[in-house]
């Protein structure tokens, strides 16, 4: 149960609110709602008014979306709304931290959740909204509302494509762990309503069809007794979880603990395992959607999921790592930058980690491969060390050790997407994927004895050349790593780098063979930070020198004449 609730009624025709403490009250149903914020809110609890909020809300200041939730809220008989915004102190940490570990709850315990699908900004609002595109087709049918008032039915036609168009709150990271762990969810589309819940997903338009119990072929949305419904009676937590349990995770043939976890440089064995990489399958997809979903804050990242990865946690029963699990390294540390959305400057995970980039995709959740590198420690300190699942924010720092054969190879700025096992690009090892946009820069530089007004060896941005420089000279910058100037690779077009490449694993699959690992930089003498991956194909698109095809097992060959070390990544 959430700690606040903001408690509804009618009086005199009028609309009626305030915040209620359930440590005083406890309310048998609630609804609460998934909403876009759109920027600062207008109004929020916090520290100086929650006890003025406790007495009474003015109707009147609050945003149309909320407004437009209260009064769907009361037309379903329900006399309780959740809203963040309101029912959390917004400038507490500690109450934000205390409500954020009780998420999965919040959601899960009410009986449906309004989604405001169509609106943008909370003063936008959803009931009112524009959907109808085409007034000029709409046919009307005149229909006597509950109340006795005669309103209508439209009719129109429409695209399919655009009648699933849910609006912006689809793109809104927080709203992907609201959907999921609701019960129920009414949601306000563009040009539809869509009802969802554990037996139907359909788009309904205020419309569904009749359940056990009622005459009819199809009954109201807004007639639905949901004040009688009990979350005891409805939740489907629990089944859902035993579910999975016996299907995924129990069955004789196809479990796996912590002892067979497939850390050892070995083959993984399907059978065995199959079904716990099936749940982390869907770990690995769900990532690759909201990963690409927008936040406000770069520090919700590890937030806005955490509802989500605690309900993982459970089932894989294993410590959730900066986003990841560890059960399979090769397939998890193997994400790709997708090359999409705004990269993210400020700290939020440790290099290895997803959560590190803006959105990422993965590609290898095949199992049929094999290790040759081996986790020996995953170190991870949360902002709050009591909140294991990142409800509190960020990671403080994570640190990765693996053993396995580290290489040193070559990159070029000029080739940015190649390694070359030497310096004079003779033998190609592989395509690299920095973690970051390649962007062109110009590096000025000054005539001796004279200097720019930046100071000596400082770097100027493209612009009309000073009359101190002779020369610029392009240079290709890897937005990697949050910014941080000494974990960036820097290169003339001209000149070529040392980089670290650390093999993780060799895939096989019928005639061709493909092995990936890291693309490591150096931090400092003990620790490294990742760049990117590398892929070493045997079939390639574009091949140098006309080769009609590379040997992958020479080119293991290379890695294996190392002897393995442990390598340490933050």
Same mark, same amino acid.
């Given at each position: 149960m959430p700690k606040r609730l903001i408690k509804l009624w009618r009086h005199c025709g009028e609309i009626s609110l305030r915040l209620i403490d359930t440590e005083n009250s406890q309310p048998d149903s609630y609804a609460t709602l998934s909403y876009c914020w759109g920027g600062p809110q207008p109004t929020q609890t916090t520290l100086a008014n929650v006890k003025a909020y406790q007495v009474s809300l003015d109707w009147k200041i609050m945003p149309k979306t909320i407004q437009d939730a209260i009064i769907t809220t009361l037309e379903l008989n329900l006399g309780y709304?959740?809203?963040?915004?309101?029912?959390?102190?917004?400038?507490?940490?500690?109450?934000?931290?205390?409500?954020?570990?009780?998420?999965?709850?919040?959601?899960?315990?009410?009986?449906?959740?309004?989604?405001?699908?169509?609106?943008?900004?909370?003063?936008?609002?959803? #009931?009112?909204?524009?959907?109808?595109?085409?007034? =000029?087709?709409?046919?009307?049918?005149?229909?006597?509302?509950?109340?006795?008032?005669?309103?209508?039915?439209?009719?129109?036609?429409?695209?399919?494509? =655009?009648l699933w168009n849910e609006g912006p709150l689809q793109f809104r990271a927080w709203a992907l762990q609201e959907r999921a762990m609701s019960s129920r969810v009414l949601s306000f589309n563009r040009q539809s309503t869509r009802w969802l819940c554990p037996t139907s997903d359909s788009l309904s338009d205020g419309w569904m069809n009749a359940s056990e119990g009622h005459n009819g072929?199809?009954?109201?949305?807004?007639e639905l007794p949901f004040q009688e419904?009990?979350?005891?009676k409805f939740n489907l937590r629990e089944k859902a979880k035993n579910r999975i349990d016996e299907t995924l995770l129990h069955t004789n043939e196809t479990s796996l603990t912590r002892s067979n976890a497939p850390s050892s440089p070995k083959a993984l064995e399907p059978r065995r395992?199959?079904?716990?990489?099936?749940?982390?399958?869907? @770990?690995?997809? #769900?990532?690759?959607?909201?990963?690409?979903?927008?936040?406000?804050?770069?520090? =919700?990242?590890?937030?806005?999921?955490?509802?989500?990865?605690?309900?993982?946690?459970?089932?894989?029963?294993?410590?959730?790592?900066?986003?990841?699990?560890?059960?399979? !390294?090769?397939?998890?540390?193997?994400?790709?930058?997708?090359?999409?959305? !705004?990269?993210?400057?400020?700290?939020?995970? !440790?290099?290895?980690? @997803?959560?590190?980039?803006?959105?990422?995709?993965?590609?290898?959740?095949?199992w049929s491969h094999t290790l040759t590198a081996e986790v020996i420690d995953v170190k991870v300190e949360w902002r709050n060390k009591l909140l294991q699942f990142g409800q509190a924010g960020h990671v403080e720092r994570g640190e990765l050790?693996?053993?396995?054969?580290?290489?040193?190879?070559?990159?070029?700025?000029?080739?940015?997407?190649?390694?070359?096992?030497?310096?004079?690009?003779?033998?190609?090892?592989g395509r690299f994927l920095p973690d970051g946009q390649l962007n062109a820069r110009v590096e000025t530089e000054s005539h001796s004895g004279s200097e720019s007004e930046s100071g000596p060896g400082a770097e100027s941005e493209p612009g009309p050349a000073s009359r101190n420089v002779s020369a610029r000279k392009p240079k290709l910058l890897p937005q990697t790593r949050m910014g941080v100037p000494s974990t960036r690779l820097t290169a003339s077009l001209s000149s070529k780098l040392p980089v670290f490449v650390l093999l993780l694993g060799v895939d096989n699959f019928g005639h061709t063979m493909s092995a990936k690992g890291l693309v490591l930089k150096r931090r400092d003498a003990k620790t490294f930070s990742r760049v990117g991956i590398f892929s070493m194909d045997s079939y390639r698109l574009s091949l140098p020198k006309g080769e009609e095809r590379e040997n992958v097992e020479e080119k293991l060959e290379e890695f294996t004449k190392n002897p393995e070390e442990i390598v340490v990544i933050v």
């Open positions: 709304l959740w809203v963040d915004s309101l029912c959390i102190i917004q400038d507490s940490e500690q109450d934000k931290e205390q409500e954020m570990a009780k998420m999965p709850d919040i959601y899960r315990q009410a009986i449906v959740t309004i989604a405001a699908s169509v609106a943008g900004k909370v003063v936008e609002g959803f #009931l009112q909204h524009d959907r109808l595109y085409n007034r =000029d087709q709409i046919f009307r049918l005149p229909y006597i509302c509950r109340n006795g008032e005669v309103g209508c039915v439209s009719l129109l036609p429409t695209n399919y494509d =655009d072929s199809l009954i109201l949305l807004a419904l009990s979350v005891e395992i199959h079904s716990t990489l099936a749940v982390l399958d869907i @770990w690995l997809k #769900l990532i690759r959607e909201y990963s690409g979903r927008t936040l406000s804050f770069s520090s =919700d990242k590890f937030r806005a999921i955490s509802a989500i990865a605690q309900e993982f946690g459970k089932i894989l029963d294993r410590p959730y790592l900066a986003g990841l699990w560890m059960i399979d !390294p090769y397939v998890e540390l193997l994400w790709e930058w997708d090359g999409y959305g !705004p990269w993210e400057w400020d700290y939020v995970a !440790p290099s290895w980690s @997803w959560a590190a980039v803006s959105k990422v995709r993965y590609y290898n959740t095949g050790s693996i053993k396995g054969h580290l290489l040193t190879v070559w990159w070029s700025a000029a080739q940015h997407e190649e390694l070359w096992f030497d310096s004079e690009r003779q033998k190609y090892l």
